[in-house]
């Protein structure tokens, strides 16, 4: 790998996971708030605990351990292995796959991005304390996902980098594939 590919990856990782931590550390005082500064009751603490808990699970270990950081890394792992110029430019958004994707990947990921900001705009309006709940749950995913993203990165440092697909346009993919193909070919030949 070149450098310039390991410094375009280092700057979709990092990038990637900037953007999380700035939304955990937004959300963090609301929801700190809603618990130092309000007097819950039974049911909301009953409510507090099983919104934690449903999006740790889901939104934590589904979406961001299965899906969103495996697809990261291994659109990462890409642009380590074939950086093209624009996509390290855009390296954040390249391994969030909000360019230069296959058809779906770009639908699914400007879809989740456009419902990500629907979403914040709704929470914006609800009351304390149940606003701080909310998002008390959404810092656990995020915790979650800047871990897991963490996590496959350095495996992918290690040698085992996730075994996704980058998701690329067909035509690139087909290239991709081409070109591994001849170079494991030429590894062996030359054994």
């Excluded at 380590?80 to 990947?105: E, K, N, T, W, Y």
């Excluded at 914006?124 to 990165?153: E, K, M, N, S």
Aim: hydrophobic share 55%; aromatic share 12%; net charge positive.
């Amino acid at each position: 790998m070149e450098t310039r590919g390991l410094v375009a990856a280092a700057w979709g990782l990092a990038g990637t996971l900037a953007l999380l931590v700035r939304a955990m550390w937004r959300l963090s005082p609301v929801s700190v708030q809603a618990f130092a500064g309000y007097d819950l009751t039974a049911w909301q603490w009953l409510f507090a605990a099983g919104w934690v808990l449903f999006m740790g699970l889901f939104e934590g270990y589904r979406v961001f351990q299965r899906n969103f950081a495996p697809r990261v890394v291994a659109r990462a792992y890409h642009l380590a292995r074939q950086p093209r110029f624009v996509d390290a430019m855009l390296a954040p958004a390249f391994c969030i796959g909000l360019v230069h994707a296959s058809r779906r990947r770009l639908i699914t990921s400007w879809t989740v991005v456009a419902g990500v900001v629907s979403i914040v705009f709704a929470v914006h309006r609800i009351a304390q304390p149940y606003r701080g709940i909310v998002d008390a749950g959404v810092v656990v995913a995020l915790a979650w996902g800047v871990v897991a993203v963490t996590v496959f990165a350095g495996r992918a440092v290690a040698g085992h980098p996730p075994r996704l697909p980058p998701d690329l346009p067909a035509e690139t993919a087909q290239h991709v594939a081409t070109t591994e193909a001849s170079t494991e070919r030429r590894r062996y030949s030359t054994r």
